[in-house]
Antibody
Framework: QVQLVDSGGGVVQPGRSLRLSCAASGFTFSSYTMHWVRQAPGKGLEWVAVILYDGSKKLHADSVKGRFTISRDNSKNTLYLQMNSLSAEDTAVYFC??????????????WGQGTLVTVSS | QSALTQPPSVSGAPGQRVTISCTGSSSNIGAGYDVHWYQQLPGTAPKLLIYENINRPSGVPDRFSGSKSGTSASLAITGLQAEDEADYYCQSYDSSLSSYVFGSGTKVTVL
């Protein structure tokens, strides 16, 4: 069965960096577009970034552009989110999600359990 | 401010029908991009409920249905049950923002 396991969250000081991971199993990871979505405490969902199945194309939300980088290692079935220059506004639960459908028409059919990132001094 | 607007809350008695609207614009829903819906129970990850406007994934009860027209979409829940109490989000793509976008979310309360 499809499984996505998010990890790497924690408490980090403003301005520091953190790398999140999403370990995939139960499907051919290298065939699927993958996304990161976040949810601030008590707030709604916010899309963060997407990467095509082969890593050839990436897109980041304006709110994280230049600070966050999505990447993947298909040999390890793992998705990553490198987060730099973190601020309190980045405090959220981060979910990885598998994308389905055409580019630009993606929906998210499976989600990780989420990992909490808290940015605080 | 979300590109897709949903009512903050809707409520209904068990067995009733409720609908959740998702209002967009000419750069997202009105541009022809599909709308998808997710259910999020407290403390859990979102779950896909409706994809490509009207389709239900395997395992989703047929009490849930979706529709789309113009710059808006709707999710209907018929035969409301206590287990349907959750947050619901619509999602699409916005060509002006070059970004996937979510609705603001709607909390469904079963009275």
């Amino acid at each position: 069965q499809v499984q996505l396991v998010d990890s790497g969250g924690g408490v980090v000081q403003p301005g520091r960096s953190l790398r999140l991971s999403c370990a995939a199993s139960g499907f051919t990871f290298s065939s699927y577009t993958m996304h990161w979505v976040r949810q601030a405490p008590g707030k709604g969902l916010e899309w963060v970034a997407v990467i095509l199945y082969d890593g050839s194309k990436k897109l980041h939300a304006d709110s994280v552009k230049g600070r966050f980088t999505i990447s993947r290692d298909n040999s390890k079935n793992t998705l990553y989110l490198q987060m730099n220059s973190l601020s309190a506004e980045d405090t959220a639960v981060y979910f990885c999600a598998r994308g389905r459908g055409r580019e630009g028409y993606n929906f998210f059919d499976f989600w990780g359990q989420g990992t909490l990132v808290t940015v605080s001094s | 401010q979300s590109a897709l607007t949903q009512p903050p809350s809707v409520s209904g008695a068990p067995g009733q029908r409720v609908t959740i609207s998702c209002t967009g614009s000419s750069s997202n829903i009105g541009a022809g991009y599909d709308v998808h819906w997710y259910q999020q129970l407290p403390g859990t990850a979102p779950k896909l409920l409706i994809y490509e406007n009207i389709n239900r994934p395997s395992g989703v009860p047929d009490r849930f249905s979706g529709s789309k027209s113009g710059t808006s979409a709707s999710l209907a829940i018929t035969g409301l049950q206590a287990e349907d109490e959750a947050d619901y989000y619509c999602q699409s793509y916005d060509s002006s923002l070059s970004s996937y976008v979510f609705g603001s979310g709607t909390k469904v309360t079963v009275l």
